[in-house]
């Protein structure tokens, strides 16, 4: 049997249909999104509402300044305890190299990471960065301190999954006096998030896809970018 609420107008009755529609929509698409794992749950939900905004970049944040803007320039060094060099020798030039790509096709003013080797090759020490800072005429300094980096999973000779951790810090050089530090964050990364059998992938292949996902990770710190580029 139906019962017809004969209190509500038929107008009223109209725009109810629809409003019990959209309400249903909006639920299907909230479950939707509930029913995606780990982080693109944000990434999908910031895009179905918000379309894909940007990240204010942390250094940005820090200190106001847009390096994007190509108006201050930022030379980028690295360094590594002997424990990681001597198992990863060129692991500060890879980093360097990939990062100064990543940050070019950001329009940021970045020093040569060639002509900061051939420097640090003259002298063999950076000092307190002043020195190095004004032969370059460098406005920031950006000095990376790689502690960890491996690409083995401890008592495992078949699996394989890449770590770093370590600090960076950012150094401000305009004043003409001694850098003071303008920014500082520690970082830690682990790709793929659980360890992979060495037989799905090359150690080759695999080393290249974990230096990419470091340096990226790096030089995001320097630049906004958006929702869907952000590095996990």
Request: with cysteine.
């Amino acid at each position: 049997m139906h019962i017809e609420n004969q209190n509500v107008p038929q107008q009223a009755r109209g725009r109810i249909r629809p409003f019990s529609k959209y309400l249903i929509l909006w639920t299907l698409a909230f479950v939707t999104i509930l029913a995606v794992p780990g982080c693109s749950l944000g990434v999908m939900f910031g895009k179905m509402f918000l379309g894909d905004p940007k990240v204010k970049s942390q250094f940005r944040t820090a200190t106001g300044v847009d390096l994007t803007k190509g108006e201050k320039s930022i030379l980028i060094t690295c360094s590594a305890p002997h424990s990681v060099l001597s198992r990863y020798p060129s692991i500060q030039i890879d980093i360097l190299d990939r990062m100064s790509r990543h940050l070019e096709t950001r329009n940021v003013k970045i020093i040569s990471s060639d002509k900061v080797s051939s420097w640090f090759d003259d002298h063999g020490d950076w000092g307190d960065f002043s020195e190095l800072a004004e032969n370059f005429s460098a406005d920031y300094v950006m000095n990376i301190q790689i502690e960890v980096f491996r690409l083995d999973v401890p008592d495992s000779s078949n699996l394989q999954q890449g770590k770093i951790n370590g600090n960076i810090q950012v150094l401000d050089c305009q004043s003409g006096s001694a850098p003071a530090t303008a920014f500082e964050r520690r970082f830690n990364l682990a790709f793929p998030d659980y360890p992979v059998p060495k037989e799905n992938k090359s150690e080759r292949l695999f080393t290249e896809q974990f230096q990419d996902r470091v340096s990226l990770t790096l030089a995001q710190f320097l630049y906004d970018h958006r929702v869907s580029e952000t590095v996990h």
